[in-house]
T-cell receptor
Framework: RKEVEQDPGPFNVPEGATVAFNCTYSNSASQSFFWYRQDCRKEPKLLMSVYSSGNEDGRFTAQLNRASQYISLLIRDSKLSDSATYLC????????????FGQGTTLQVKP | NAGVTQTPKFQVLKTGQSMTLQCAQDMNHEYMSWYRQDPGMGLRLIHYSVGAGITDQGEVPNGYNVSRSTTEDFPLRLLSAAPSQTSVYFCASISLQRGYGYTFGSGTRLTVV
C-alpha cells in the first residue's frame, strides 16, 4: 500500500464549478500536510499547508481529518488556470524534512 | 534570483554510461533531496541530506550515489545508466528551521537508450 494515496483522475469540470480532491495517508505519525500544484512538465510548487482546524486561501480550502487519516482540497469557482496536477504531501514525525508525495490528481477545467 | 538550480535540463545517455546531475541552492538550506518522477508513480525520494557531510538513502537509492561536501551543492551520480532510470529528476531543498515548503529545481529530463 502506498503511504499517500490519491485518485489520479482526471477530474474534468466546467469553469465556475466546485471540485474536491481527497487524499489518504497510512502513517499515523504523520506530522505536517501540504498540497502542491504541478503544471505540465514543470516543477511542483507549494499551494498551501493543511492545518488541523482547516484553512482557506482565497478559493482554496484545505481540511485535515487525523482520525480518518485523510486530507482534502476544495476549489471553488474553478478557473481555466487551475488546470494542473495537485499533489498531496505528508511529512512524518521528526525534523529530517523528508516529504512523502502522492501520485497526484489531475484537474482539467473546461470553458 | 535565489532558488534551486539544476543542470542539465535534458540529457540522453547510452546504457552503461555514467553522469552527474548537478543541483545548487543559494538559500542556505540545510536539507536537500533528489526525487524522480515517473508516470503513475508520483515523486519518489532517491537520496537526501540534512547538512554538509551527511547523506542518507530514500525510497529508491539503487544505481545512484550522492555526496554533500558543501551546503550549496548536492550532485546526483548515475554510476552505470540503465533504461529503467529514464525519468524526470527533481532536486529540492528546505530550511529545517523555517520548515515551510520545499523549493524545487526545474528538473532534469533524462533518457537512457
Amino acid at each position: 500500500r502506498k503511504e499517500v494515496e490519491q485518485d489520479p483522475g482526471p477530474f474534468n469540470v466546467p469553469e465556475g464549478a466546485t471540485v474536491a480532491f481527497n487524499c489518504t495517508y497510512s502513517n499515523s505519525a504523520s506530522q505536517s500536510f501540504f498540497w502542491y500544484r504541478q503544471d505540465c512538465r514543470k516543477e511542483p510548487k507549494l499551494l498551501m499547508s493543511v492545518y488541523s482546524s482547516g484553512n482557506e486561501d482565497g478559493r482554496f480550502t484545505a481540511q485535515l481529518n487525523r482520525a480518518s487519516q485523510y486530507i482534502s482540497l476544495l476549489i471553488r469557482d474553478s478557473k481555466l488556470s487551475d488546470s494542473a496536477t495537485y499533489l498531496c504531501v505528508v511529512k512524518v514525525l521528526g525534523n529530517t524534512g523528508k516529504l512523502i508525495f502522492g501520485q497526484g490528481t489531475t484537474l482539467q477545467v473546461k470553458p | 534570483n535565489a532558488g534551486v538550480t539544476q543542470t542539465p535540463k535534458f540529457q540522453v545517455l547510452k546504457t552503461g554510461q555514467s553522469m552527474t546531475l548537478q543541483c545548487a541552492q543559494d538559500m542556505n538550506h540545510e536539507y536537500m533531496s533528489w526525487y524522480r518522477q515517473d508516470p503513475g508513480m508520483g515523486l519518489r525520494l532517491i537520496h537526501y541530506s540534512v547538512g554538509a557531510g551527511i547523506t542518507d538513502q530514500g525510497e529508491v537509492p539503487n544505481g545512484y550515489n550522492v555526496s554533500r561536501s558543501t551546503t550549496e551543492d548536492f550532485p546526483l551520480r548515475l554510476l552505470s545508466a540503465a533504461p529503467s532510470q529514464t525519468s524526470v529528476y527533481f532536486c529540492a531543498s528546505i530550511s529545517l528551521q523555517r520548515g515551510y515548503g520545499y523549493t524545487f529545481g526545474s528538473g532534469t529530463r533524462l533518457t537512457v537508450v
